[in-house]
């Protein structure tokens, strides 16, 4: 009988129709597929049988997170070759998927093949690391709950990940520099674009470790309320902000943002938190941050986008993501945020893209968690440490593909004398 690795890649390539792109490397040691090719190791046959009760992208992750399912050599290069199978699946002529493939008679015979290789065909339990998949409600409830899973992680993970600017959100490259330089660049073209002046009140809507309401108070003399939901992030916020001697003039809450009451606000940051409000609420979020600002006011909305869909009603949240990263995130094409700043009042006056922005502070952000892994899987645990590294490199090369992209849209709650206070060459701040 043909070794484990020989008869693996000759099921994968009868299931989806091409030449495999990487080597395999099965639990008895052999290995096939082409050579000089990135190696996915196949542990044992439980990484098989997550991926046939899963096909697709989300029994791939489940092996993975497991430990289950491994890659040697370039991270990137694997991923990519792998992400283009499933995206050529998912988006071929007749709309089929991989599981949609499994189903097809012409490949049973690989599927009957795969079962005996895989042994007792019994469907393993997902890790612990997954979130039950649910229709997203986006109740105060179950909101604090997604943020709590993703962000109460551990403070000294997050720190390990991002360095010590604690920014969890697209630096600012400007002429190479270091991670630090360019996401305190950020924060800078943030209150630039805000306009932010000393004596002003700015809101920091998911201010996360509250670098920007720190940074804000000090480089330019405002007093910032910042507003999280994570006990863990609002622990470390005000600790910075005490160690910088800024009690005074920043607050940090742990509140939801339909709760805030004591407008107006000369500005409102949010940055990196729109993906979580969700399509259905978007529009009351939009609404209640128009109405904590004073006319005049501006916002500036720093969003990740996905490319719009031809029939959007059949727009679904990336299954990995949606269980194992940011439960009940949801990203929506840059027009439609635009759209929905509009409807709810403000006059939208400048849009920039950060695609590739995003693109390198995720590789920056790979580069520190690969280079202090043990430590990094001591504080999160292997199966954490591993979501993270995997949705962190896979994110990056999304971006460099323009898959998804990140936008900072510029709106302002213009008064009824239509001033906008605005200077005729808004992009003065990149001068």
Same mark, same amino acid.
Request: proline share 5%; hydrophobic share 40%; net charge neutral.
């Given at each position: 009988?043909?070794?484990?690795?020989?008869?693996?890649?000759?099921?994968?390539?009868?299931?989806?129709?091409?030449?495999?792109?990487?080597?395999?490397?099965?639990?008895?040691?052999?290995?096939?597929?082409?050579?000089?090719?990135?190696?996915?190791?196949?542990?044992?046959?439980?990484?098989?049988?997550?991926?046939?009760?899963?096909?697709?992208?989300?029994?791939?992750?489940?092996?993975?997170?497991?430990?289950?399912?491994?890659?040697?050599?370039?991270?990137?290069?694997?991923?990519?070759?792998?992400?283009?199978?499933?995206?050529?699946?998912?988006?071929?002529?007749?709309?089929?998927?991989?599981?949609?493939?499994?189903?097809?008679?012409?490949?049973?015979?690989?599927?009957?093949?795969?079962?005996?290789?895989?042994?007792?065909?019994?469907?393993?339990?997902?890790? @612990?690391? &997954?979130? #039950?998949?649910?229709?997203?409600?986006?109740? %105060?409830?179950?909101?604090?709950? *997604? $943020? +709590?899973?993703?962000?109460?992680?551990?403070?000294?993970?997050?720190?390990?990940?991002?360095?010590?600017?604690?920014?969890?959100?697209?630096?600012?490259?400007?002429?190479?520099?270091?991670?630090?330089?360019?996401?305190?660049?950020?924060?800078?073209?943030?209150?630039?674009?805000?306009?932010?002046?000393?004596?002003?009140?700015?809101?920091?809507?998911?201010?996360?470790?509250?670098?920007?309401?720190?940074?804000?108070?000090?480089?330019?003399?405002?007093?910032?309320?910042?507003?999280?939901?994570?006990?863990?992030?609002?622990?470390?916020?005000?600790?910075?902000?005490?160690?910088?001697?800024?009690?005074? @003039?920043? &607050?940090? #809450?742990?509140?939801?943002?339909?709760?805030? %009451?004591?407008?107006?606000?000369? *500005? $409102? +940051?949010?940055?990196?938190?729109?993906?979580?409000?969700?399509?259905?609420?978007?529009?009351?979020?939009?609404?209640?941050?128009?109405?904590?600002?004073?006319?005049?006011?501006?916002?500036?909305?720093?969003?990740?986008?996905?490319?719009?869909?031809?029939?959007?009603?059949?727009?679904?949240?990336?299954?990995?993501?949606?269980?194992?990263?940011?439960?009940?995130?949801?990203?929506?094409?840059?027009?439609?945020?635009?759209?929905?700043?509009?409807?709810?009042?403000?006059?939208?006056?400048?849009?920039?893209?950060?695609?590739?922005?995003?693109?390198?502070?995720?590789?920056?952000?790979?580069?520190?968690?690969?280079?202090?892994?043990?430590?990094?899987?001591?504080?999160?645990?292997?199966?954490?440490?591993?979501?993270?590294?995997?949705?962190?490199?896979?994110?990056?090369?999304?971006?460099?593909?323009?898959?998804?992209?990140?936008?900072?849209?510029?709106?302002?709650?213009?008064?009824?004398?239509?001033?906008?206070?605005?200077?005729?060459?808004?992009?003065?701040?990149?001068?």
């Amino acid at each position: 009988m043909a070794d484990a690795a020989s008869r693996l890649v000759s099921v994968a390539e009868q299931l989806l129709g091409v030449p495999l792109p990487v080597r395999i490397r099965a639990w008895d040691g052999s290995q096939a597929g082409p050579p000089g090719a990135p190696v996915i190791v196949v542990r044992n046959r439980r990484a098989l049988r997550r991926m046939l009760f899963k096909p697709g992208e989300l029994g791939l992750a489940r092996a993975w997170v497991s430990g289950d399912l491994d890659i040697e050599g370039d991270l990137y290069t694997a991923l990519g070759a792998v992400a283009a199978l499933l995206w050529e699946h998912d988006d071929d002529a007749d709309g089929r998927s991989l599981a949609g493939a499994v189903r097809d008679p012409a490949t049973r015979a690989a599927v009957r093949e795969l079962i005996r290789l895989v042994g007792p065909p019994l469907p393993p339990a997902p890790p @612990r690391e &997954e979130v #039950r998949r649910r229709r997203h409600l986006h109740t %105060r409830r179950t909101d604090k709950r *997604a $943020i +709590s899973h993703h962000y109460d992680v551990g403070n000294d993970f997050y720190g390990l990940v991002l360095g010590p600017s604690m920014v969890y959100s697209c630096a600012y490259w400007e002429d190479g520099g270091s991670l630090e330089t360019a996401q305190r660049d950020k924060l800078e073209l943030v209150c630039k674009k805000l306009g932010l002046k000393p004596g002003q009140r700015l809101l920091d809507v998911g201010c996360g470790w509250g670098s920007m309401a720190i940074h804000a108070a000090r480089e330019h003399g405002v007093s910032a309320v910042g507003i999280t939901l994570s006990q863990e992030q609002a622990a470390l916020a005000r600790k910075r902000v005490a160690d910088e001697g800024l009690t005074d @003039r920043v &607050e940090i #809450r742990v509140q939801d943002y339909r709760d805030v %009451r004591d407008g107006p606000y000369d *500005a $409102i +940051s949010s940055i990196g938190m729109a993906e979580h409000v969700g399509a259905d609420r978007y529009l009351d979020y939009a609404r209640d941050l128009y109405d904590l600002l004073k006319p005049g006011g501006r916002l500036l909305n720093h969003q990740i986008a996905r490319r719009p869909q031809r029939d959007e009603t059949a727009y679904e949240v990336d299954a990995f993501i949606d269980s194992y990263v940011f439960p009940d995130g949801e990203l929506a094409p840059v027009g439609t945020t635009v759209t929905m700043l509009e409807r709810a009042g403000f006059e939208v006056r400048d849009v920039e893209s950060l695609r590739e922005h995003y693109a390198g502070t995720l590789r920056a952000w790979v580069t520190n968690l690969e280079g202090s892994w043990e430590r990094a899987m001591r504080l999160a645990g292997p199966g954490r440490a591993r979501v993270w590294r995997l949705y962190m490199a896979a994110s990056a090369l999304a971006f460099e593909r323009n898959q998804i992209g990140v936008n900072q849209v510029l709106a302002l709650r213009t008064p009824d004398s239509g001033a906008s206070g605005l200077p005729a060459r808004t992009r003065l701040w990149n001068a």
